[in-house]
Every structure is written in C-alpha cells, then in structure tokens.
C-alpha cells in the first residue's frame, strides 16, 4: 500500500535552517504529483508547495516564496522541503501527500522558536 514517511522536523531558532524529507513507497514514486501542507495548532491544514512528477515545475505559497525549496528525487522516491530563514508562525505540522491518491504522512513536527 501507499506510505509516505515525513522527517527531518524539529525545533530551530528563528532565522534557522531545516530540510524535512518524505520517503514514498507503495506506488511508482516518479509517475505523481507530489506536495508538501502543514497544519499549526487550532488551524486547518494548509498548502505549502507542490512539485510535478518529473521536478520540472514548482509551486509556492506566497508564505514561503523565496525561504523554502520544494525537490524531489526519483531515484530514492524521496521528495525534500528546504526551508530557510524559518520563523515562529512556521511552526506546524508538515505533511506530504499524494494529491492523485488521496495518501498522506504522518507528519513531522517543526517548531521555530528561540
């Protein structure tokens, strides 16, 4: 079945750098759409990037335009969000999913605080 396994969270300092991964299996990675969404307490989830199937286009919300990098590698199945300069209302939940399948992660818990 679909997995999708999110890491690389954790707590960093405002102006901080983090790199979240997202480890697929269970289908064939390089054939869908992937995209990143985070969820901070008390608020819906919420869209943070998006890559197509081949890396070739991305997508950003206006949040985090010029701070995160959305990437992806077919050869590992593992798509990855670059995040730099992080602030304290970047702290949530990131979630990967599948958009096509209707499959997420678990999550993985990154806090920006000093």
């Known amino acids: 079945q679909v997995q999708l396994v999110e890491s690389g969270g954790g707590l960093v300092q405002p102006g901080g750098s983090l790199t979240l991964s997202c480890a697929a299996s269970g289908f064939t990675f390089s054939n869908y759409d992937m995209r990143w969404s985070r969820q901070a307490p008390g608020q819906e989830r919420t869209f943070v990037a998006s890559?197509?199937?081949?890396?070739?286009?991305?997508n950003y919300a206006t949040f985090v335009k010029g701070r995160f990098t959305i990437s992806r590698d077919n050869t590992k199945n593992t798509m990855y969000l670059q995040m730099n300069s992080l602030k304290p209302e970047d702290t949530a939940v990131y979630y990967c999913?599948?958009?096509?399948?209707?499959?997420w992660g678990q999550g993985t818990q990154v806090t920006v605080s000093s």
């Open positions: 890559i197509i199937r081949n890396g070739g286009a991305r």
């Open positions: 999913d599948v958009p096509s399948l209707g499959s």
